[in-house]
Nanobody, 114 residues
Framework: VQLQASGGGLVQAGGSLRLSCAAS????????MGWYRQAPGKQREWVATRTIGGATAYADSVKGRFAISRDNAKNTVYLQMNRLIPEDTAVYYC?????????WGQGTQVTVSS
């Protein structure tokens, strides 16, 4: 499985960005996907998950501001990030777990200026 993330960038506080993650390979269409992020000097943390059935879950820090969605035809998951704050600055990684194996995208940088 390969995951290709894109969509990061520099945005002012209060702005929006949409991240994309395209999945390819065996099993890519049959598994849920999620987003994690890692800020400088901090551990990677979970942000959001969307199961293959469509259920979603969010970290408390992003609930109400971020939305995860998926285009099944394209095997692509999106993370719409609204009302961004400087604390959202991090490298964002998409993730897929297949049979207890973790697959990661290459990461995309999101920087929110105050």
């Amino acid at each position: 499985v390969q995951l290709q993330a894109s969509g990061g960038g520099l945005v002012q506080a209060g702005g929006s960005l949409r991240l994309s993650c395209a999945a390819s390979g065996s099993g890519a269409s049959r598994n849920g996907m999620g987003w994690y992020r890692q800020a400088p000097g901090k551990q990677r943390e979970w942000v959001a998950t969307r199961t293959i059935g469509g259920a979603t879950a969010y970290a408390d820090s992003v609930k109400g501001r971020f939305a995860i969605s998926r285009d099944n035809a394209k095997n692509t998951v999106y993370l719409q990030m609204n009302r961004l704050i400087p604390e959202d600055t991090a490298v964002y990684y998409c993730n897929m777990v297949i049979k207890n194996n973790n697959y990661w995208g290459q990461g995309t940088q999101v920087t929110v200026s105050s």
